[in-house]
């Protein structure tokens, strides 16, 4: 899993089935203690409605992605926003020093 | 999923049999402000509509398979009517 920002969204008329129950959100990944850009930014799918400019949590697990889309095993889509981290908090020691 | 756009297809004629049905095309990668990323990626089309010049969406990974049960680790998901990219201020993809 990964923290982003949203920066915007994707919209198409042509897609698999899977991809109508959420929407499409461009996120950008961003390192979730420096909050600078880590890669390049995604496509990734969103049901909790989260919102332009807003930090998100993004989860990799394509089975988990299907099972919140109601999709059939046919689900081609692997990302999706796990939460909308509006307000969240990160404990480290020295800072997140290895 | 990332952007790309359609730039070419591949056809084969010793293949295996479930590639009968649908198209492998090139693609490139692009960002949001549509320059190109990373390299050439051959997807399948799972929507059956895109075409040379298509702007499409493309998934990787195990999940690309999932439609279509072939060995394939990419695939088209979708074809992009349109995008609204609006940078966080300071924020913005590394590009390449």
């Given at each position: 899993m990964w923290t982003g920002i949203v920066q915007g969204t994707v919209t198409s008329t042509i897609k698999h089935p899977s991809l109508t129950k959420g929407t499409m959100l461009i996120v950008q990944p961003i390192h979730p203690l420096t909050s600078k850009p880590d890669g390049l930014a995604q496509i990734v799918v969103d049901t909790l409605g989260a919102g332009l400019h807003q930090r998100v949590l993004v989860s990799g697990d394509g089975l988990g992605t299907q099972r919140l889309l109601n999709a059939g095993k046919d689900c081609p889509v692997r990302l999706s926003i796990?939460?909308?981290?509006?307000e969240f908090s990160i404990q480290t020691r020295n800072g997140g020093a290895v | 999923m990332y952007l790309a756009k359609v730039i070419g297809n591949i056809e084969a004629?010793?293949?295996?049999?479930?590639?009968?049905?649908q198209k492998l095309l090139l693609l490139q990668p692009i960002d949001f402000n549509q320059q190109p990323i990373r390299w050439v990626v051959i997807a399948l089309d799972c929507t059956n509509s895109a075409g040379i010049g298509s702007i499409v969406t493309f998934v990787e990974g195990r999940?690309?398979?999932?439609?279509?049960?072939?060995?394939?680790d990419a695939c088209i998901t979708a074809i992009v009517d349109s995008w609204d990219y609006k940078p966080t201020n300071g924020i913005e993809s590394p590009g390449r």
């Open positions: 796990a939460a909308i981290l509006d | 004629r010793i293949r295996l049999p479930g590639f009968d049905a999940e690309a398979a999932n439609p279509s049960d072939l060995p394939v």
